[in-house]
Nanobody
Framework: QVQLVESGGGLVQAGDSLRLSCAAS????????MGWFRQAPGKEREFVSA??????????YYAESVKGRFTISRDNAKNTVYLQMNSLKPEDTAVYYC?????????????????WGQGTQVTVSS
């Protein structure tokens, strides 16, 4: 079965960096778009970033709130997608989820993602 396992979360101070990883298994990773979403306490889950499948040049997309600070990348040889988060702010505090979308093209729409991980907590203190 398909599994997505996130790691790399933790407690950091404002201005610090973290790199999240999402290891995928049970799917043809290279043909899936991958996304990162987050859910803060008391808020709805929201789009953070996404990357298309390699066949479309691994195009990347970002929410305005993280553009210039976060970078998404993928390593198809390792079946892993990463989210490098720099200049973290307290408002970045959330549970971060990775998700896999079939048919390659990235999307900001949660409904288009078929598989989800369990999430990893990121807490940024001021």
């Amino acid at each position: 079965q398909v599994q997505l396992v996130e790691s790399g979360g933790g407690l950091v101070q404002a201005g610090d960096s973290l790199r999240l990883s999402c290891a995928a298994s049970g799917l043809t990773f290279g043909s899936y778009a991958m996304g990162w979403f987050r859910q803060a306490p008391g808020k709805e889950r929201e789009f953070v970033s996404a990357i298309s499948w390699s066949g479309s040049g691994s195009m990347t997309y970002y929410a305005e709130s993280v553009k210039g600070r976060f970078t998404i990348s993928r390593d198809n040889a390792k079946n892993t997608v990463y989210l490098q988060m720099n200049s973290l702010k307290p408002e970045d505090t959330a549970v971060y989820y990775c998700a896999a979308k079939p048919y390659g093209l990235a999307s900001k729409q949660q409904m288009s993602y078929a598989y989800w991980g369990q999430g990893t907590q990121v807490t940024v203190s001021s």
